[in-house]
């Protein structure tokens, strides 16, 4: 499979069916990015994202396991 | 959640075993090179069977189950709530001595240094997610958007039994004329999210599938601005891909 785009160029968007919207599309592009780079260098910081945001550990909990602060995106 | 995950509490695997606390997303702690390790990984789809009680802990309330090698011996305690199945503890076996592994697995029960710690949950549940959860999720999302590409009509619903719970609708789109198609990845998310976190899952999950497909990573997809067909989608992903040299049947070709 060849990627052609990663953007939709404006001459095809009255024909795809997905309205994009670009404020989201940045938004997600710029934590997706920083998500990329940390799972790429098998960064901690990734597993205190989520330790963190989603299981609820503090910063001294994230210490205790060998973890770094939790990131801001 | 139905497999059952053997791990190694942080007391036991730094005190008992010697070995530092892995990344979770890295490592799991059941990969630790270590003979009762190996032992739970083993035991673990069917503990309890063929494992005997530690009777001074099921006294005590704690079903554990011994676990040995050579003059180690160790006890599992598997908890039915998240199906992990976890080693407690890892000591020699000296009988008649104060210090013998079983004397101590009930000392430090009496302390309460036994049983996991709220901690060892989540690095738990952080294996499961990273290991297990994410990679499945993203191999379903590889075969659904195939199956998409093959099957211009179909829409295929992808179920995650994850601790992070979601459901994908995948869906592959013509553009007409242009030898074009969109393939629509849409999340349905279960349970209120972070906001970071409702971001950096699809982004792991679709980095996954991308690598395998040849498909932009996540980075490089757009944000669909609700999409018709799915309104219930929480978030609904777009990339753009030419159909006509493609790897796999697309569209029927």
Redesign the interface.
């Known amino acids: ?8 160029p404006e001459v ?1 968007e009255p ?7 670009p404020d ?2 940045a ?3 710029r ?3 920083q ?2 780079a940390m ?1 790429d260098a ?1 960064d ?1 910081a ?2 205190s ?3 963190s ?3 609820g ?1 503090s910063d001294a ?1 994230l210490e ?4 770094p602060p939790a990131p801001e ?1 | 959640m139905t497999d059952r995950w053997p791990c190694v509490t ?1 007391r036991c695997l730094l005190e008992d075993i010697g070995e ?2 892995p ?4 490592q799991r702690r059941a990969d630790v090179d270590h003979p009762l390790v190996r032992e739970l990984c083993r035991l673990a789809p069917t503990t309890p069977q063929g494992q005997k009680p530690i009777l001074s802990l099921q006294s005590e309330g704690l079903f554990a189950f011994r676990v040995q090698y050579s003059q180690l011996r160790g006890c599992t305690w598997h908890d039915g709530n998240t199906e992990v199945v976890w080693l407690l503890a890892s000591l020699l076996r000296k009988d008649g001595d104060p210090d013998d592994a079983y004397e101590e697995f009930s000392k430090l029960h009496a302390a309460g240094k036994l049983v996991p710690t ?2 060892d949950e ?2 738990a ?2 294996e499961r ?2 290991h297990d959860e994410v990679p499945r999720l993203a191999e379903k999302v590889v075969d659904a958007v195939e199956t998409a590409l093959a099957n211009p009509d179909s829409k295929v619903d992808v179920a995650a039994d994850a601790l ?1 719970p979601v459901t994908v609708r995948v869906e592959a ?1 013509e ?4 030898g ?1 198609a ?1 393939i ?1 990845v849409a999340f349905f998310r279960t349970n209120t ?2 906001h ?2 409702a ?2 899952l699809p ?2 999950v ?2 996954h599938a991308a690598a395998k ?16 067909e799915f309104p219930q989608a929480a ?14 049947p697309v569209f029927g070709q």
Do not use: C, N
């Open positions: 499979m060849t990627t052609v785009q990663r953007v939709l095809l024909r795809a069916r997905v309205e994009r919207d989201a599309t938004e997600f592009q934590v997706a990015s998500v990329s799972a098998k901690p990734l597993t994202l989520f330790a945001r989603h299981f550990l909990d205790e396991m060998g973890l995106l | 942080a530092p606390l990344d979770p997303s890295s709220q901690r989540v690095a549940a952080l997610l990273f992070v789109i553009v007409e004329d242009e074009l969109e629509v999210l972070d970071t976190v971001l950096a982004t792991l679709l980095d497909l040849g498909l932009p990573r996540a980075r490089d997809w757009e944000v669909g601005k609700g999409f018709a978030a609904t992903y777009v990339t753009i891909v030419e159909f006509g040299d493609a790897t796999f």
